[in-house]
C-alpha cells in the first residue's frame, strides 16, 4: 500500500464508510449528516464573527494551557495555541528555535513524569495480540539505548493561513484564526518507529498504526471523542516516522511532546501525535475522529463525508512585521522562507509592486524542508505598498492567486499581500 496520507486516507475514508473499518468514537451516519452542517455553518458565519467549531474542552483553564513563556514579540496567543511571529525568525538559522516554535494544542499541555511514562504497543498486528491492559512497554531509557537518528522535519497545521480566506478573500473561516506561524523546522532525535514496531513483534499482516496522545480527552458538542489520535498505515509507519524525545538539541519541551512524540514528515501536523503513549497495532483498518469528523474538506465540490486532506500546499512568507514600516529611498534586502508539502521548493519570486522577480534563494537549503531566501527592494517614495513572494515545488506546483474554499478553511495556499508602508 501507498505511504502517501491522501492514498492511505481515500482508501480508508471507503472502507471505513463501507464498515470495514474500526474507529472508537467515529459514527458513520453522523459524518454523513455532518457536511450539511457545515454548509449551515458557513452561511452562520457569514453573518457574525467565525466561530470555532468545537466548544471549550473540558478541564482547560483558558489562563494555562500552554506550559512554555509566550513573549509578545516572539509568539501569539490563539486560545489554547500560540502563533509564532515571523519577525521571531529574523537573524536566525535554519532550524526555529524551541522558545519561538508554534503550539497547536486541541486541550492543554500535560505534565508528564519521564520516569513513569511507558509507550505502550498493543494490538492484534502484534506476535500474540497484546491488549491496552497487557501492552508490550518501553521506557524512555530503553528507547534511549536504541539506534538513534536525527532528522530536519517541518511540522505544519492544516490551519495555517486560515485567516486570509477572510481577510483577502471575503470567505468565512471559523476555527483558530492562524496567520503564516502555525509552521516550523525543527531537529528531531529519536528512534525509528519501525524498530520500536518490529522488537514490539509486528505481524506481516499488520496494515494500520494508531498513535494516541496522553493530554487530556477532547469534548466538543457535549461528545467526549476521547484523546487525539490519527491512523498511519503500516508502509509510512516502517517508513520514515520517528520518536522524537530531543528536539533541536535539547529534551522535547512539554508543549511539544515531552517526554516522546511522533514526528511523520509530509504529513499534516495532527498526524504527528504529542506526547504519545499508547499504540495500536492492527490488521484490520483503524479510523478517529481525527480524520473523520476533523481534517477533512467540506462544503462546494466535496462529497457529504467530505474529502481527505493531501500533502500541505506550497506557501511563502516574509521575515518580516504585518505593516512594517520602512525607510523611502534605501535599499532593504528582503528575507522570507517558502515550503511544500509535495516536495522541496525549486524557485521563488517576489513582487514588491513593479513585477514578479526572482529571489535569491540560500543554496544551503536547496533539497530541505523548507528553503530560506532574499530580495533586495528600494521603496520608490513614501507611501503604502504590497509586498508578495510565491514559490514552485519540485513538481511544478506555483502558489495561486486565489485558495480554493473550503468549509474549515484547511490548507490555504494563495500568494498572502503583506503590507508595508515607507517613511
Known amino acids: 500500500m501507498s ?4 492514498d492511505h486516507d481515500t482508501r480508508r475514508s471507503r472502507q471505513w464508510l463501507a464498515g470495514e473499518a474500526r ?7 453522523r459524518l454523513l449528516e455532518l457536511g450539511a452542517a457545515m454548509a449551515a455553518l458557513t452561511a452562520a458565519a457569514a453573518e457574525r464573527e467565525p466561530v470555532a467549531l468545537a466548544s471549550a474542552p473540558v478541564g482547560v483553564d483558558p489562563g494555562t494551557p500552554i506550559a512554555k513563556p509566550l513573549p509578545p514579540e516572539l509568539l501569539r496567543p490563539l486560545d489554547t495555541n500560540a502563533e509564532m511571529h515571523w519577525t521571531a525568525l529574523a537573524g536566525q538559522g535554519y532550524v526555529v528555535p524551541n522558545d519561538r516554535f508554534f503550539v497547536r494544542n ?14 505502550r504497543l498493543f494490538g492484534t498486528g502484534l506476535r500474540d495480540a497484546p491488549t491496552r491492559d497487557a501492552a508490550v512497554e518501553f521506557s524512555l531509557d530503553e528507547l534511549r539505548r536504541l539506534p538513534a537518528e536525527e532528522s530536519d522535519a517541518l511540522l505544519e497545521c492544516a490551519g495555517n493561513g486560515r485567516r486570509f480566506f477572510t481577510e483577502q478573500q471575503g470567505e468565512p473561516a471559523p476555527g483558530v484564526a492562524w496567520g503564516l506561524g502555525g509552521v516550523g523546522v525543527a531537529r528531531w532525535r529519536g528512534v525509528r518507529l519501525g524498530t520500536v514496531l518490529r522488537l514490539a513483534g509486528l505481524r506481516d499482516d499488520a496494515v494500520d498504526v494508531m498513535p494516541e496522545g496522553l493530554d487530556p480527552d477532547f469534548v466538543t458538542g457535549g461528545i467526549n471523542l476521547g484523546r487525539v489520535r490519527r491512523p498511519l498505515p503500516i508502509a509510512k509507519a516502517l517508513d520514515d516516522v520517528l520518536l522524537a524525545y530531543e528536539m533541536n538539541g535539547e529534551p522535547l519541551p512539554a508543549d511539544h511532546g515531552f517526554p516522546v512524540r511522533v514526528v511523520v514528515p509530509g504529513w499534516i501536523g495532527i498526524s504527528s501525535i504529542k506526547w504519545v503513549g499508547p499504540v495500536e497495532v492492527s490488521t484490520t483498518p483503524l479510523f478517529s475522529p481525527w480524520n473523520t469528523r476533523f481534517y477533512r474538506m467540506f462544503g462546494p465540490g466535496h462529497p457529504a463525508e467530505g474529502t481527505v486532506l493531501g500533502a500541505q500546499p506550497v506557501k511563502s512568507a516574509f521575515e518580516l512585521a504585518w505593516d512594517a514600516r520602512v525607510p523611502a529611498g534605501a535599499e532593504v534586502l528582503l528575507h522570507g522562507r517558502s515550503w511544500s508539502g509535495n516536495g522541496p521548493i525549486d524557485r521563488v519570486e517576489v513582487d514588491t509592486g513593479d513585477g514578479w522577480r526572482p529571489a535569491d534563494l540560500v543554496a544551503a537549503d ?7 531566501w532574499t530580495a533586495r527592494w528600494r521603496p520608490p517614495a513614501p507611501g503604502r505598498f504590497t509586498l508578495r513572494a510565491r514559490a514552485t515545488d519540485t513538481t511544478g506546483t506555483t502558489q495561486p492567486d486565489r485558495a480554493a474554499p473550503n468549509t474549515l478553511a484547511y490548507l490555504f495556499d494563495a500568494v498572502v499581500h503583506h503590507p508595508v508602508t515607507a517613511h
Open 366 to 372: 536547496r533539497g530541505g524542508a523548507w528553503q530560506r
Open 23 to 29: 474507529g472508537a468514537g467515529v459514527d458513520r451516519d
Open 106 to 119: 486541541h486541550t492543554e499541555t500535560p505534565r508528564l513524569d519521564a520516569d513513569t511514562w511507558r509507550l
Open 3 to 6: 505511504h502517501a496520507e491522501a
